[in-house]
């Protein structure tokens, strides 16, 4: 694993899992990040898109990884127990929770997940060493030589934004949330500021959102507000509604483009679409 900061899309969907044609170049994949730096391998929630990363990874045993989550809603949990690694007693794995409040734990959420009559087998299923670690959102967490800063979003049942800084370089994972009726949100302006890129819930359009208001969820345009006031290299417009097919993302594409024209001073764009396959090392 290379030293630098790097960020790969294995999940780039939100709400469900959309197959088909119409979904190719983007991916219908729920969320699921692989976050490499400082010789450490961090993945940030475990939507469908998380089994293909662990059929790559299965072929690099022992490993050593953190799985961190932003909430346990389905769409981002969906993948866990299709993740090859937690199958093979070689490797370590941690997962992290900082949403949850009592009397609910990461560990009995994915208990529960892995119980008749939803699931044919137990936790015990699992082979690997698995330590479940639950932490008070707004911490600081460390990762080796990696910083991890957490904040709270507007999410039903919780949810968890981190900014991932390493040796002067950052990117920042901000989803799910809802954006504040009185204006933007300074708890994510300030988590973000000055950051290299930011990944953003950009579920809906301003122009959909008044249909889901109290959905828990925001638009790229509010991304793009975000991320200005936030002084953010890069805009990462992500968690796709299942409704948004490849044509209508590339128009997405293209009215972002309008509103944050350029790139920063690494090269990068001022805002990217997120797809599956996606690498950006800022």
Not at 46 to 56: F, H, S, V
Not at 73 to 88: E, N
Not at 235 to 249: E, K, T
């Amino acid at each position: 694993m290379a030293d630098g900061l790097k960020v790969r899309f294995w999940g780039v969907r939100g709400s469900i899992a959309c197959p088909g044609p119409e979904y190719a170049r983007y991916g219908g994949n729920t969320p699921c990040l692989e976050v490499m730096a400082g010789g450490r391998r961090l993945i940030f929630d475990a939507g469908t898109g998380i089994r293909e990363l662990g059929l790559e990874l299965a072929r690099q045993a022992p490993l050593d990884i953190d799985i961190y989550f932003t909430h346990t809603h389905l769409d981002h949990l969906a993948g866990l127990t299709f993740f090859a690694p937690l199958f093979d007693k070689r490797n370590s794995i941690r997962m992290w929770a900082g949403h949850l409040e009592g009397p609910h734990t990461l560990k009995t959420v994915v208990k529960s997940l892995m119980q008749a009559p939803l699931y044919p087998v137990s936790l015990e299923a699992f082979q690997a060493t698995i330590t479940f670690r639950e932490f008070d959102c707004g911490a600081v967490l460390s990762c080796g030589d990696i910083s991890l800063r957490t904040g709270i979003l507007n999410h039903p049942n919780g949810a968890t934004g981190y900014r991932v800084d390493h040796k002067g370089k950052s990117l920042c994972y901000i989803t799910d949330t809802e954006h504040r009726p009185e204006g933007i949100d300074t708890g994510i302006v300030d988590l973000c500021r000055g950051a290299d890129l930011m990944i953003y819930d950009s579920t809906f359009t301003d122009a959909e959102y008044p249909r889901y208001r109290g959905w828990g969820h925001s638009t790229w345009q509010e991304g793009v507000r975000v991320a200005d006031a936030a002084q953010v290299g890069t805009l990462v417009i992500f968690h796709h509604d299942p409704n948004h097919d490849d044509a209508f993302m590339d128009a997405v594409a293209r009215d972002a483009a309008l509103l944050r024209p350029g790139t920063t001073a690494n090269g990068l764009p001022r805002v990217i679409v997120a797809h599956e396959g996606l690498i950006l090392s800022p």
